[in-house]
């Protein structure tokens, strides 16, 4: 059975830092892509980060200035967002997937549809 399972969300202070886990299993995790999204309330569900199986990381565009930071431990199929100096905004539902193959294609980021897993989210919530 395939399993994304997220966890290290919770309530935090303006300014503050997560790092987000994302735990993979019940899929040959070496041939797929993990992304790490996000969805406000009433809002539309946006990509954060992807890492690829071989390290390679990529950021959407809003996401590149430097606060989120993609990293993974293919030994223990484990995918981490850490996120710093977090904002009001930043509350929402993070959620990884998993797509086959890498994050990208000729056209960029692959969409959020591409993707084959997803995980049931953690809330992030940003206290101002």
């Known amino acids: 059975e395939v399993q994304l399972v997220e966890s290290g969300g919770g309530l935090v202070q303006a300014g503050g830092s997560l790092r987000l886990s994302c735990a993979a299993s019940?899929?040959?995790?070496?041939?797929?892509?993990i992304g790490w999204f996000r969805q406000a309330p009433e809002k539309e569900r946006k990509g954060v980060a992807c890492?690829?199986?071989?390290?390679?990381?990529?950021y959407w565009g809003d996401f590149m200035k430097g606060r989120f930071t993609i990293s993974s431990d293919n030994a223990k199929n484990m995918v981490y967002l850490q996120i710093n100096s977090l904002k009001p905004e930043d509350t929402a539902v993070y959620y990884c997937a998993a797509v086959v193959g890498p994050c990208d294609n000729d056209y960029g980021l692959l969409d959020s549809r591409e993707y084959d897993y997803w995980g049931q989210g953690t809330q992030v919530t940003v206290s101002s």
């Open positions: 019940g899929f040959t995790f070496d041939d797929y892509a």
């Open positions: 890492i690829s199986s071989s390290g390679g990381s990529s």
